[in-house]
Nanobody, 114 residues
Framework: EQLVESGGGLVQPGGSLRLSCAASGIPVSEYSMAWFRRAPGKQREWVAT???????NYLPSVEGRFTISSDSTKNTVSLQMNSLRPEDTAVYYC?????????WGQGTQVTVST
């Protein structure tokens, strides 16, 4: 079982990025899939969840700006991030969980700066 994130980078405030999480051995339509982030000097923070490919929830500070989605044919989960702010700067992690099983990716850096 493996999760691999991609799509991070440097973007100016107000810009957009799309993160992707490729899952191997983990059917994204059968797991709760989530994105977390860890900003410098802070604890890891939950950002968004998609369950069974349909039901979504968001951290209030990102709701309306970020959109989580999944593609069962490609077995991927994405996080579209718009109107990015400097406070969104963090390492973003993909997570899959079901019951006692929980898997994490290695993370991808997102930096929002001029």
């Amino acid at each position: 079982e493996q999760l691999v994130e991609s799509g991070g980078g440097l973007v100016q405030p107000g810009g957009s990025l799309r993160l992707s999480c490729a899952a191997s051995g983990i059917p994204v339509s059968e797991y709760s899939m989530a994105w977390f982030r860890r900003a410098p000097g802070k604890q890891r923070e939950w950002v968004a969840t998609i369950a069974r490919g349909l039901y979504t929830n968001y951290l209030p500070s990102v709701e309306g700006r970020f959109t989580i989605s999944s593609d069962s044919t490609k077995n991927t989960v994405s996080l579209q991030m718009n109107s990015l702010r400097p406070e969104d700067t963090a390492v973003y992690y993909c997570n899959a969980w079901q019951g006692r099983e929980s898997y994490w990716g290695q993370g991808t850096q997102v930096t929002v700066s001029t």
